[in-house]
């Protein structure tokens, strides 16, 4: 095992040389965007080392003739990867394809109704990840400003939930957690949305109400972009999340000064 170990650090210390990304060209695309998320310098090094990695071993397309911009993919892989930052790219393995199109799609499905009766439905969409497939997403919501819905967090959290199976709302948890305390804090406060949203007064984003595995999208998404108030609203997701994503958002935003930067040694 030791010997395993020292081939994979030596494997991945080699791609790195090869491939890791330009300080220059990873400051361009995301250094202001990352500092909202108060990452430490060794933080944010190591997040580029990951994305480096990511664009390595994934390909990042066009579709309907769309070019990628550097900036964009650059983009992508380290939202991708703010996922894994304390967890391994293993995690996102067994697919190898980033699909973006232009703006939004529309997608074509069959769906069965409660009482068993299929329906055509039509959907527009900014995102979608697929079992054993691609991930694909919208270049219009990959590059806008609403924090609450950010597209790549959530199509990429569907993924870590299908290292499972299906989608359910329950991705593998580590050893250290306890399966019961994650189903009771996801169950209780899916309900609660539930009945917020029947009442229209939603504290999150109420699509997180379609389904448990839409409500484990958007909470990271939360827990990510809106970590005080997720606290706030459900502290029990808020503290599982913490051990699942083995990082805490709001302890790390406290390490700032009041100007905001980071207090981290370089």
């Not at 997608?107 to 527009?124: L, N, Y």
């Not at 999150?204 to 706030?232: G, M, N, R």
């Not at 997701?237 to 930067?261: E, I, M, N, S």
Request: glycine share 6%; net charge positive.
């Amino acid at each position: 095992m030791a010997r395993l170990n020292r081939i994979q650090r030596w494997q991945k210390q080699r791609r790195l040389r090869h491939s890791r990304l330009p300080l220059g060209v990873w400051e361009v695309a995301v250094g202001e965007r990352l500092d909202r998320y108060g990452l430490s310098h060794a933080e944010r090094r190591r997040l580029r080392e990951l994305a480096s990695l990511f664009l390595y071993h994934k390909t990042i397309s066009g579709a309907g003739g769309l070019v990628i911009q550097p900036t964009v993919r650059v983009e992508i892989a380290a939202l991708a990867c703010l996922l894994i930052l304390n967890l391994d790219l293993e995690y996102y393995r067994g697919w190898t394809e980033v699909i973006v199109y232009p703006g939004r799609f529309v997608v074509d499905r069959q769906e069965s109704d409660a009482t068993g009766v299929v329906h055509q439905t039509r959907r527009v969409l900014g995102g979608e990840a697929w079992l054993r497939g691609p991930v694909i997403l919208s270049q219009t919501d990959v590059n806008g400003d609403d924090l609450a819905g950010n597209i790549v967090l959530h199509e990429f959290a569907h993924k870590l939930d299908m290292l499972t199976g299906s989608a359910n709302g329950m991705p593998p948890l580590h050893p250290n957690m306890v399966r019961s305390k994650w189903t009771e804090a996801f169950s209780r406060a899916y309900a609660e949305l539930r009945h917020q949203v029947e009442h229209r007064r939603a504290a999150i984003d109420p699509y997180a109400a379609q389904s448990p595995a839409e409500f484990f999208a958007v909470v990271t998404v939360a827990f990510f972009e809106q970590a005080s108030h997720l606290k706030h609203t459900f502290p029990h997701v808020y503290q599982q999340l913490c051990l699942f994503y083995r990082q805490d958002p709001l302890q790390r935003l406290g390490r700032r000064d009041p100007a905001g930067h980071s207090m981290a040694a370089p």
